[in-house]
Each structure stands twice: as structure tokens, then as C-alpha cells.
DNA sequence: CGCCAGCTTGAGCAGCCTCAATGCACGTGG
DNA sequence: CCACGTGCATTGAGGCTGCTCAAGCTGGCG
């Protein structure tokens, strides 16, 4: 594993409110102290943890990372896919087995935090903002639960589906089919969605059959009528960077908030 | 839903370092206005959020506790097992169709936010607590994913059957066998598993037949060699209320730790 | 032009689910 | 005290979903 893994160092500031996608990231970029800079990363190449020990948060600006563990007999399964805009965090990725890596060709903001220790108050945003991420995280990853759980292959497709048509899909007019380019293989579907590569695309051909999705190539797709596709999606998963359900003591620490 | 719930109201103070059985939970309790009282809750009742929409934090004395997400057609996916010691805390479980409640008689510590706001530095330490109380929960939840996507059956099966025994198992002596008292049907433990409960019964008795497990009544039941059990155990949960991996600004945020 | 990785499709099989019958413990009421 | 109902656990038969293995197929790239 390279050391400095083609890094371009180029820092910068990130504009608190503009240029940010989401809003907790906008709360540690601006942390005194926090260095922002733009890294690249080749297709599978781990993002973050093999270099100084030291862990940091990227923003994902192009291209797909996923989240995954592996076990020791090769067994893998995908904890969650981050497109651009999404925050891609080492919670819950330090565990054995356990990292995030690109999925092709990615470019990535790296926010490190070890300026001079924050003031009081400083110290509060910044536990705050911590907290909502790992609370946005738990949601998706009840909901993954949910799915792996109680949904059978069809409807797994579907939830998936959905959610990327409504994290990466582009639609050219209110009423016009979503296209939408999948970053992923097969089988990274496969092991998201806990299912093998052969099941994914014969549930893929059985939806192309039924008319609910339509393939240009294995990777372009469009899907002529969302709400059809999620008359089958029995799950919703919360948006990535969707602000959570309001924290227990929000009201409590009213004026402790950013 | 009662509004009440046969509550015993029995303020006290929770001493923090000695009889708090969660360093979180002691955060929270030492919050200026944290009101911890006992709360009972018959088996089924819901705990929490049905009342006054005012969201706890509650700790399991005695008994168990599930979070459970239910969907529209009835299918029903348990997120956790919560035994003495464990918190149980409204995050993630704030979504459609998911809850917590009761599977037998319990008794739990009910602490609720609501005094005067936190001084500085103090807001810092309550949103430390919480990050770290969604990290745990987080971490659980990406163990339960692997499992439920990669694990088989007989896996999953020994998988909790390890979990149960590390957190709620009595051993008599240094070598002798753990007993383990199962607080929860077949159904529950199919639900939390993503299997049937005709399923979990089969792989209890083939797992019995292969002298892992003996049971002595349907919930009572002894392991003879846990270190046995825990080889057909490919992942090992993170046990509750372990302290989480160093969240990512611990060094930098040193002193604002407690 | 050939190679190779990834996708698709088929055949056969294993694991898990569904449905059903039975057994057991417990509580209730005669 | 026993008969009965109820809820849960167990076990079996049969079927369906998804996995394994294998064979094409396609498109990109050297």
C-alpha cells in the first residue's frame, strides 16, 4: 500500500455555507485548525487509514467509495456506497477487516483536524457535529439491516435502485425518465445488498423485462417512472446528508447548536 | 398506550463512577437537570417516545428490552437485544414503524434531559457522551449487517449464541460451562437473525445433536466449550457498553473529554 | 485481431421458508 | 382434581429462492 498514494496537495478552505454539500461537514472544515485539501485515489485503493495512523473525514467531490469488511475466508460485504457529496468517515470503519475504498477513479477532500486544541464552545459544534454524522450513519445502517433482514432479492434491487436514481439519477425534464450511470460492478451490488452477482443480474433482467428499468449498457440505465420502481422498494433509506430526525436533546442544548 | 405506564416514580441520582454500569450513561446522568427515576414496563409495552413526545434515555435494570423496526405488511426486523446494563436510546429508532419495547417484565432507569441548559464545557461533554453512546450503536449495527448479509444460518445462530453468552452467560467455575437463561422466544431471536423461528429451532437442535449447546428447558441451556461455539462464530459483535475504538478527535479534542 | 474482465443465462442443487401436525408447560375454570 | 385452551417449541414434507458451476456473450483495450 503506497505511502502518500499520488496525493496533489492543494489545500484550501472550505466556504462554510456555499461551497460545502453538506452541512456537518461544513462544521468540521471549519473547526480552527482543520486543513481541507483535495486527494486523488485510483479504483480500489483504500481511502484514508494506511497512511500516518492518523484518521481523517473526506467528502467524496467524483467518482464512488465504498464502505466494506471482509472476512477472513473472502467473504465481503458492502456497508454503504458514497457518491459524490457524501461524507466518508472512519466510525465503525476501524473494526478488523473493516475500510473504505474507491470504486474507480475518485476525487476526495481530505478534513484533518489537529490544529491547536478549540476553545470552549468550539470544542461543544464540534462533538455536536460528530454525534449528527454517526447518527446519519446509523440510520442508513438500520435500514441496511432492515433490508438484508426482511426484503427478498427483488425488492433489495429495488431499494437500491431507488436510492441511487435519487442520489446520482438526472432527470431532463419533470416528467422525462431518470437516467442514471451505476459506479458499481455486479458483484459490489452483490455484496451490498447481500446477494451474489449472477441473482443481481437476473433480478435486473427481470425488472428490464417487466419495463421498469431500461439498459443502454450494463452501467447506463434509465427508469421511466420512479414511483413505479418504488411500489416495489418496501424500504426507504434516509438520503446520505439528509439532516437526522432531530437529536434527543436538540431542545435541551438549544443554544449549544450551531 | 397508557400515559403513565405504571411508572414507580423514584427519583434518585446516579454516582458517577461506581454504581453506573455504562461510562456514557454516567455522562449523561451527571448532566445539571438530568432526572433519573425507575420506570417498570410490562412485556410488549413500548419504552419510551409514546408519552409526552419527549425523548429518554433509559438503562436496562432487569429483564429485556428489543428495538424493533415493524413494516407495513407485518414483517418485523429486531435491530437489538438490550440486557441489564444496556442502554437504550431513542437514536435511530425514531423512524416510521420502529421502536423499542419490553419482551418480559422489566425494570429500567429513566433519564430524561430537561434542566436547566448545560454550562459551557458541559455541552461539550453531553455532546461527547452521545457521540460516543451513537458510535457504540453504530459499530453494533455494521456487525449485525455482516451477519445478516454473508452469514448462514448455523453462523448467525452461534453468532448470537456467543454475543448472549459473553453478555448475559454465568460461568461457575474458571472451566466449567456457561449457563445461559434466553430472555426471548424463538421468534424474537429469528427476527433479530433474519430467519423463522422453525428455521432458528432446527439449528438449535442440530447445534445441540453436535454437542455445542444442551438445553435443559426451551430458554434454559448450558455451553460446554464457549471457545468451540465461537469457532462456527465468524464475527464477534462489539460487546455493549465497551468503550468504542478512539473516536477520530479524541487527542485533538483531549481536555474536552471527561 | 485477440484477449480479458465483466455481464448474462441456464441447469442443478442446497438452504431456508411455508404449512401442518404434534408435544409440552402453564393457567383457567368446572 | 382434571379437562381444556393457549402459547410456544419442535419436527416433518414439500416448495421456492438464491447459490454454484459452467458456458456463452459483449465491449474495451493492447
Known sequence: MPRDEGRISEPHRCKVGSACVRRHVCRLAAVPGAEVRTVRAAKGQR???????????????????????????GRRQLIAFHTPGDLVCP????????WAEALSATVLWEVRLHGPAP???????LW????EIAHVELARALTHVVMLGRLDGTERVSVFLADMV??????????AA?????????????????????????????????GIV??????ECEVPDLALLERHAPVRPALAGITPAEPPSERYLGEACV
Chains 1, 2 share one sequence.
Not at 91 to 98: E, F, N, R, T, Y
Open 178 to 210: 431518470w437516467r442514471l450511470s451505476l459506479p458499481m460492478s455486479r458483484e459490489d451490488m452483490a455484496d451490498y445488498l447481500g446477494l451474489n452477482a449472477e441473482t443481481v443480474s437476473r433480478i435486473l433482467s427481470r425488472l428490464k423485462k417487466a
Open 119 to 125: 476553545r470552549e464552545g468550539e470544542a461543544a459544534r
Open 166 to 175: 435519487r442520489r446520482i439519477g438526472r432527470q431532463s425534464g419533470p416528467r
Open 91 to 98: 466510525l465503525g470503519v476501524g473494526a478488523a477487516g473493516c
Open 47 to 73: 481511502i484514508g487509514g494506511a497512511g500516518s495512523g492518523s484518521s481523517c473525514f473526506y467528502v467524496v467531490r467524483s467518482g464512488t467509495v465504498a464502505a466494506q469488511a471482509v472476512m477472513a475466508d
Open 128 to 131: 455536536a457535529a460528530l454525534f
Open 214 to 219: 431500461r439498459f443502454q449498457s450494463p452501467s
